[in-house]
């Protein structure tokens, strides 16, 4: 079946410091792939998106990019702020017998200090 | 534009009874899903729904179910409340079932 997986966290990091969480993902045919974050208390907050091999999602400093070659979408920032502290969530649409349900890896906590 | 929006914000309930919970999806959207996050295990996809039809169920037992209305809101029911169905309940709504979900805050259930 389909299945993402995500980095350990939880991630302590300082403020401007450089980001990366990992993301592998398992899936039959082309999956789209996504982050979400969750902010204390709120719901899940679309962040990026990829359709295809090679695509870059984008958005407010964040960026991943599809690989197929190793089925990873890892997640990147060049410098935190203390605004990013949230909980991330790499997640996989499949299709087929998965129509309607998104995948999710189990998340990964990230805290930013001043 | 309004986005998705979840009532009520925290439910609380006692074993064996029954729990109901709404969702509106942002305007224009048809189709709606609902998932579960519970401590420790993740989000947890339960129900889809499209023109207010069931279009596909998680691995929940059947005393999970819901429906859409015509204004394609829907309703999470929950049967015979057991202590693990403690959990925050999040529905999202899309264009389509090939578009990206985008979700609301959530629905606390504690059971007691």
């Known amino acids: 079946g389909n299945s993402v997986t995500q980095m350990e966290g939880p991630v302590t990091l300082s403020e401007e410091a450089f980001l990366t969480i990992n993301c592998t993902y398992t899936?039959?045919?082309?999956?789209?792939l996504f982050w979400y974050v969750q902010y204390p208390g709120e719901g899940l907050q679309l962040l990026l998106k990829?359709?295809?091999?090679?695509d870059k999602g984008s958005n407010k400093g964040f960026e991943a990019t599809y690989r197929k070659e190793t089925t990873s979408f890892h997640l990147e920032k060049g410098s935190v702020q203390v605004s990013d502290s949230a909980v991330y969530f790499c997640a996989l649409y499949a299709g087929g017998t998965s129509y309607g349900k998104l995948t999710f890896g189990q998340g990964t906590i990230l805290t930013v200090h001043p | 534009e309004a986005g998705v929006t979840q009532s009520p914000t925290h439910l609380i309930k006692t074993r064996g009874q029954q729990a109901t919970l709404r969702c509106s999806p942002i305007?224009?959207?048809?189709?709606v899903y609902w998932y579960q996050q519970a401590l420790g295990l993740g989000l947890q996809f339960l129900l889809w729904y499209d023109e207010g039809e069931e279009r596909n169920r998680g691995n929940f037992p059947p005393r999970f179910s819901g429906r859409q209305f015509p204004n394609y809101s829907s309703e999470l029911n929950v049967n015979a409340l057991e202590l693990e169905d403690s959990a925050l309940y999040l529905c999202?709504?899309?264009?389509?079932?090939?578009?990206?979900?985008?979700f609301g805050d959530g629905t606390r259930l504690s059971i007691l």
């Open positions: 990829a359709t295809k091999a090679d």
């Open positions: 899936a039959t045919g082309y999956p789209s």
């Open positions: 305007s224009g959207h048809t189709s």
């Open positions: 999202a709504s899309s264009l389509g079932w090939d578009q990206p979900q985008h």
